[in-house]
């Protein structure tokens, strides 16, 4: 399986999972840069949840329905971006598209609706101001 980052902003990475030149799934990390919610510990862990001081959001977007080895190398792959943080805590939710965002390299215009379609589908609010920091490593 192979990936690849389209853009990374303060509060957003997002990603590309393609396996034998088919695209199986998009992924989206944002950092709600708030604590891990009371409701999120006591689902998971009863009264004894301490909440973390970062919680991140992880959504996967998928084209098809994945195989058990899909699934696992997605959350492997979250698992990897940020075990190493302190004091944080994830989730990791599936979901299906309802588009294939077919991106080579968003440019100009384009880059505009590309944003709008991936805050329509993960239902998130990415911003970028300027488009011309697509050139660059982080987006602003």
Known sequence: MNFSRYFLTEKHEFYRFDEDSETIAYF?????K??????????LFDD???????DFSV?????????????????????????Y?????????FFDLNC????????GSWLTEFIEMVNDQFESGIQVENTQSFMNLIQK
């Not at 989206?28 to 709600?32: E, G, H, S």
């Not at 004894?48 to 970062?54: A, H, I, V």
């Open 28 to 32: 989206l990390i944002t950092d709600t």
């Open 34 to 43: 708030n604590r891990t919610p009371e409701s999120y510990g006591k689902a």
């Open 48 to 54: 004894s949840f301490e909440p973390s001081d970062n």
């Open 59 to 83: 959504k996967v977007g998928v084209l098809d329905d994945l195989t058990e080895k899909q699934k696992e190398w997605i959350l492997s792959f979250a698992e990897s971006l940020l075990s």
């Open 85 to 93: 943080k302190y004091d944080i805590d994830y989730s990791v939710d």
């Open 100 to 107: 294939d965002f077919e991106v080579d390299y968003p440019y």
